[in-house]
């Protein structure tokens, strides 16, 4: 199975804060990368689909960049409701795997 | 608009069986693939399984190879999960999520989640 590995596991940061997390996978994966925001008690909600491009109705605050093996989810401005767990996803290799996930508080 | 709406939370003995539904509404059921993810209380997710609603075509997380069994009916527009064997570990909030891509995948449309919940 690929493995995909977040960092950093856990961040605080403050409204109008530059966020970036990164996600690496143990083998290329080319572009099938995709990065989901989910609050508590909610399903994931997908941003980022093909490691850049943004899901339709998801803020521009948010992109993605990366291929291969190393991506990236910046948020240029954090937001209130931006608060939550990030997870990359890839869709390579069956089985899809998650990361592990990165939790963003509020510092 | 999109939906999918799942059935509701069960709690199951260790050893029974359980059935989760997903019906799909908003689009045409037979064009998208339906993926199912797992979450344990407090953990990350994990995906469980795939199916074609078009054909039946199945592919399964290879831990629960054997004890997962994916199916759709055409006609009612769901898909339906079913888990035998169940463990401990197998307690978990259970998602179905539309494939909305083609050549990539990406999950763009997601069930409200179904608790099943395997007491040891």
């Known amino acids: 199975d690929i493995q995909m590995t977040q960092s950093p596991s856990s961040l605080s940061a403050s409204v109008g804060d530059r966020v970036t997390i990164t996600c690496r996978a143990s083998q290329t994966i080319s572009t099938s990368l995709n990065w989901f925001q989910q609050k508590p008690g909610k399903a994931p909600k997908l941003l980022i689909y093909?490691?850049?491009s943004l899901q339709s109705g998801v803020p521009s605050s948010f992109s993605g960049s990366g291929s291969g093996t190393d991506f990236t989810l910046t948020i240029a401005s954090l937001q209130p409701d931006d608060f939550a767990t990030y997870y990359c996803?890839?869709?390579?290799?069956?089985?899809?795997?998650f990361g592990q996930g990165t939790k963003v508080e509020i510092k | 608009q999109v939906q999918l709406v799942q059935s509701g939370a069960e709690v199951k003995k260790p050893g029974a069986s359980v059935k989760v539904s997903c019906k799909a509404s908003g689009y045409t059921f037979t064009r998208y693939y339906i993926h199912w993810v797992r979450q344990a209380p407090g953990q990350g997710l994990e995906w469980v399984g795939k199916i074609d609603p078009s054909g039946g075509r199945t592919s399964y997380a290879q831990k629960l190879q054997g004890r997962i069994t994916m199916t759709r009916d055409t006609t009612r527009n769901t898909v339906y999960m079913d888990l035998s064997s169940l463990r401990s570990e197998d307690t978990a909030v259970y998602y179905c999520a539309r494939d909305g891509g083609g050549s990539i995948s990406y999950s763009d449309y997601w069930g409200q989640g179904t608790l099943v919940s395997v007491p040891s």
């Open positions: 996803q890839q869709t390579f290799r069956i089985p899809q795997t």
């Open positions: 093909a490691a850049s």
